[in-house]
Each structure stands twice: as structure tokens, then as C-alpha cells.
């Protein structure tokens, strides 16, 4: 299993990122999947996840009506469209593989937001 985030980077508040993971080694159709991210300091936090068939989307709050998480199952690959950033949205930002059980086994490496002016 391989998911590699890439899209990361630097932007002024209220500024639009889009964050990509390919994944490889499984089959990314059939797996939900999940964004999670890490800011300095802190805990890991839940952003978002999605059904396997991109049938069905749930947000944390604090990102609810901001971001736009997406798949393409043709193209192996999850997507996280960020708009409205704020500062308090800086942070590394995983891919994760969900387990049933409300947590993930397998994570990429992360890519890494910065919101700052």
C-alpha cells in the first residue's frame, strides 16, 4: 500500500489549495478514505471523509462549507479542495486508508499547508 499527498504549500488567508493522494498497492476503489491533518503541536484531527463509491462526504465541523473532498476511482487518486484557508488551517495533511472501526490503517507521508500573510 502506497498513498503519496502532493498540492501542499503557502497561502495567504482565504486563499484555494488542492491537495491530490495517488494511492497504489490495493484496491482504491473498494476502501473509504480520509483526510487528517497535524498541526504543530497538536493531535491528529479528522478533515474529512468519503465512501469508497464518493456516494456519501462527512466534514469536521471547522472545515464544514470550506473544503470539497472528492474522488477519482478511475485515476486511483483522492482529492481535498481547500477554499476560504484560514491560519488555524496550517497543518500537515495525510491521506488515510479507514478501517471500519473509525480509524485507518495506512497513511501517506503528508504534505504540508501553511496559511499565513
Known amino acids: 500500500v502506497q498513498l503519496v499527498e502532493s498540492g501542499g504549500g503557502m497561502v495567504q488567508p482565504g486563499g484555494s489549495l488542492r491537495l491530490s493522494c495517488a494511492a497504489s498497492?490495493?484496491?482504491?476503489?473498494?476502501?473509504?478514505m480520509s483526510w487528517v491533518r497535524q498541526a504543530p503541536g497538536k493531535g491528529p484531527e479528522w478533515v474529512s471523509g468519503?465512501?469508497?463509491?464518493?456516494?456519501?462526504?462527512a466534514y469536521a465541523d471547522s472545515v464544514k462549507g470550506r473544503f470539497t473532498i472528492s474522488r477519482d476511482n478511475a485515476k486511483n487518486t483522492l482529492y481535498l479542495q481547500m477554499n476560504s484557508l484560514k491560519p488555524e488551517d496550517t497543518a500537515l495533511y495525510y491521506c488515510?486508508?479507514?478501517?471500519?472501526?473509525?480509524?485507518?490503517?495506512?497513511w501517506g507521508q503528508g504534505t504540508q499547508v501553511t496559511v499565513s500573510s
Open positions: 488515510a486508508r479507514d478501517l471500519p472501526t473509525v480509524s485507518h490503517d495506512y
Open positions: 468519503i465512501k469508497s463509491d464518493g456516494g456519501s462526504t
Open positions: 498497492g490495493f484496491t482504491f476503489s473498494s476502501w473509504d
